[in-house]
């Protein structure tokens, strides 16, 4: 059975910054295959694409609200991806979700990160952003 278990989230003023980290473990599951991605719903509002990173890496993606401000990255040697994010505002406020889906070896655009299914979603942390 895969986990994916999200840490990092809190309470954090306008302009600050935090670091979400996404720890996937399972006795079969080879984390190096997926591509990983992050996700956001608001209260009140549908869950929407944050951020995403191949399976190797190379590539990563962004939703326009949040480019230039939060960074992704992965950690294969540890089965980690974490989303750095800098800059924050009130409306990133939400529960964020990390989430895998089997790429390897394809190279997908953005389109596939932000529309297509994944695998394996983790139960989320909250990220609140105070004025």
């Known amino acids: 059975q895969v986990q994916l278990v999200e840490s990092g989230g809190g309470l954090v003023q306008a302009g600050g910054s935090l670091r979400l980290s996404c720890a996937a473990s399972?006795?079969?599951?080879?984390?190096?295959?997926?591509?990983m991605g992050w996700f956001r719903q608001a209260p009140g509002k549908e869950r929407e694409f944050v951020a995403a990173?191949?399976?190797?890496?190379?590539?990563?993606y962004y939703a326009d609200s949040v480019k230039g401000r939060f960074t992704i990255s992965r950690d294969n040697a540890k089965n980690t991806v974490h989303l750095r994010m800098n800059s924050l505002k009130p409306e990133d406020t939400a529960v964020y979700y990390c989430a895998a889906v089997w790429q390897k070896p394809a190279t997908w655009g953005l389109d596939r990160f932000i529309r297509g299914s994944y695998d394996y979603w983790g139960q989320g942390t909250q990220v609140t952003v105070s004025s």
């Open positions: 399972g006795r079969t599951f080879s984390f190096s295959n997926y591509a």
């Open positions: 990173i191949s399976w190797g890496g190379a590539n990563t």
